[in-house]
């Protein structure tokens, strides 16, 4: 069994930046997958950015992609999401997942964290 524990969010200005962090523990942090995902108040969780295991492939999605940047470190089992010039549409609670595949939908996520909000104001 993997727990995941979100950190980092919080209230920004638009154009700024933060960093979230997702700890695992339990459980070897490897051969997962990890993703960051995302869900705004009335909306759908939604697919923000994937990183595979030994970081040789990642994932983002459109409205993120040349802003955030994701990475992990195998040997601390944390994966990081990089937020820059972020918009008031990124809004929303952000979750980290864990899984043995890649997917850009929830459903084949085994693990998830209980999530960290971030706002960013106008």
């Known amino acids: 069994q993997v727990q995941l524990v979100e950190s980092g969010g919080g209230l920004v200005q638009a154009g700024g930046s933060l960093r979230l962090s997702c700890v695992a523990s339990?459980?070897?942090?490897?051969?997962?997958?990890m993703a960051w995902f995302r869900q705004a108040p009335g909306k759908e969780r939604e697919f923000v950015s994937a990183?595979?295991?030994?970081?040789?492939?990642?994932f983002y999605a459109d409205s993120v992609k040349g802003r955030f940047t994701i990475s992990r470190d195998d040997n601390k089992d944390t994966v990081y999401l990089q937020m820059n010039s972020l918009k008031p549409e990124d809004t929303a609670v952000y979750y980290c997942?864990?899984?043995?595949?890649?997917?850009?939908?929830?459903?084949?996520?085994?693990?998830w964290g209980q999530g960290t909000q971030v706002t960013v104001s106008s």
């Open positions: 997942a864990g899984g043995r595949t890649i997917a850009v939908v929830p459903g084949p996520y085994e693990y």
């Open positions: 339990g459980s070897t942090f490897g051969p997962y997958t």
């Open positions: 990183v595979s295991w030994t970081s040789i492939n990642t």
